[in-house]
């Protein structure tokens, strides 16, 4: 249980096109999904924590207005990376948990990962 | 800023070595989490820890929370070319908004 799908898995374009990526929970609700991005051989750095119905919280140094996240029901959150650039590239992961709130100790779940790679 | 450091950041061991990952920071979790990730893939959790001084055991790998739930250790014992991978430790509060450490990676040589 508790399957987390991302989608899609990879995604080449060009610069300055706009790239939405799927996060859904497959077997759970989902009230809470984080975004993460993942540069080469480096560690998971937290982008954005999404509840459902309500506005993102990003992380300081984050762009809200670049990367635009929906959570618009407990099983599917969006990420859509606007206006896209070479340096947006990265591997982009996404978690759910069914939790809410930093007192929850429910885990997170996560999916797999979209490389999306600019050119 | 949560800051997790793990040493060492490289490790490259023999088949049948044993090693030990550490993961240190200056701020208390309440829990704190291991993972493995693998080329390509989202991170696997290996194990939670959430007791100060806490041991948990996972076939040859062994965790251990520090006393006062600032550090952590991961030891590996007679590594395997399949333990091959990023170790990543994550603190947090309870277990959303986790801190990712900076992150480990082990290759494991036949």
């Known amino acids: 249980g508790a399957v987390v799908s991302q989608h899609p898995s990879w995604v080449i374009c060009k610069s300055g096109t706009s790239v939405k990526i799927e996060c859904r929970s497959l077997?759970?609700?989902?009230?809470?999904m984080f975004w993460y991005r993942q540069f080469p051989k480096q560690s998971l750095m937290l982008m954005a924590t999404?509840?459902?119905?309500?506005?993102?919280?990003?992380e300081q140094g984050v762009e809200k207005d670049k990367f635009l996240i929906n959570h618009a029901s407990l099983t599917l959150s969006t990420l859509t990376v606007t206006s896209a650039h070479p340096e947006d590239s990265s591997f982009y992961i996404c978690?759910?948990?069914?939790?809410?709130?930093?007192?929850?100790?429910?885990?997170?779940?996560f999916g797999d990962g979209t490389r999306l790679s600019i050119l | 800023t949560q800051l997790l450091e793990q040493s060492p950041q490289f490790l490259s061991i023999q088949e049948g070595e044993n090693l030990t990952v550490y993961c240190n920071s200056s701020?208390?979790?309440?829990?704190l989490q291991w993972y493995r990730q693998e080329p390509g893939e989202g991170p696997v959790l290996l194990v939670t820890?959430?007791?100060?001084?806490e041991v948990k055991k996972l076939k040859r790998l062994t965790f251990q929370f520090g006393d006062a739930r600032k550090d952590s250790s991961l030891h590996i014992t007679a590594a395997q070319p399949g333990d091959t991978g990023l170790y990543l430790c994550?603190?947090?509060?309870?277990?959303?908004?986790?801190?990712f450490g900076t992150g480990t990676r082990l290759t494991v040589i036949p």
């Open positions: 994550a603190g947090g509060r309870g277990a959303n908004n986790l801190f």
């Open positions: 077997d759970f609700q989902a009230t809470t």
């Open positions: 820890v959430v007791t100060g001084g």
């Open positions: 978690s759910a948990s069914p939790g809410t709130g930093y007192r929850s100790n429910q885990p997170q779940h």
């Open positions: 701020s208390v979790f309440s829990s």
């Open positions: 999404s509840n459902e119905g309500s506005k993102a919280t990003y």
